[in-house]
Each structure stands twice: as structure tokens, then as C-alpha cells.
């Protein structure tokens, strides 16, 4: 079994920073893939960034391109979300999620999707005032 902890959510104002943390713990794998998802109140639940282990390709939601960066700390098993320029809309709270061992031609297709992802955080909430 696979636990995921999320950390590093909190209040900020718009234009601010913060830094998502997401560590995992349990069975290992390899070719499986990391993302970040997100869920405002009243919404459902939304892709923002994901990569698959072992490869240097990340993939980000059209919202958050250019003011969001997913990146590993592999000897720590950790992934991280660096947000910047944060903006009212981007309120939610945020799940960090982990697949079972995927081929790459089905990860290419199926990242976004929250079906791809086996596991999941207990999510962290991040509130970006105006």
C-alpha cells in the first residue's frame, strides 16, 4: 500500500508564493506517474500538473503554465509544486496523487485524468485572497 502527505498549504495574498510538498511512503514502483489536482468548492475535482518517474517531462494544466512547477526529490520519494503569481482562482485544495506502473503511450493519452491515479493524498488547502 501506497501513503501520500501533503504539506506546505496555507493562506496568501494574490501575486504570492507557495510551495506544495508531497511525500510518499509504502510499496515502490517504477514507471508510474506523480500529478497535482485541485478541487474549489462546488467544483469538480481538476488536473494542474503531473510527470511519470523517469522521465524529465512534466505537463501542466493551461491555468496554471508559467506560474506553476512540479518537480521530485527522488532519494526522498517527494514531489513538489512551486506556485507563484497566485491568483484568487487558484483556491482550492490541492491533492497530490500517484499511479501504479503505466506504459508511456498510455500516460501521454490519460495524465490529466483523475482515473489514471491509484492513490491519493488527504489533500491541503491553499487560500489565495484578493
Known amino acids: 500500500q501506497v501513503s501520500l502527505l501533503e504539506s506546505g498549504g496555507g493562506l496568501v495574498q494574490a501575486g504570492g508564493s507557495l510551495r506544495l510538498s508531497c511525500a510518499a511512503s509504502?510499496?515502490?514502483?517504477?514507471?508510474?506517474?506523480m500529478g497535482w489536482f485541485r478541487q474549489a468548492p462546488g467544483k469538480e475535482r481538476e488536473f494542474v500538473a503531473a510527470f511519470k518517474w523517469g522521465s524529465d517531462t512534466t505537463h501542466y494544466a493551461d491555468a496554471v503554465k508559467g506560474r506553476f512547477t512540479i518537480s521530485r526529490e527522488d532519494a526522498k520519494a517527494t514531489v513538489h509544486l512551486q506556485m507563484s503569481g497566485l491568483k484568487p482562482e487558484d483556491t482550492a485544495v490541492y491533492y497530490c496523487a500517484m499511479s501504479k506502473p503505466l506504459l508511456p503511450a498510455f500516460y501521454s493519452q490519460m495524465y490529466p485524468s483523475r482515473r489514471t491515479y491509484d492513490y491519493w493524498g488527504q489533500g491541503t488547502q491553499v487560500t489565495v485572497s484578493s
Open positions: 509504502g510499496r515502490t514502483f517504477s514507471n508510474f506517474a
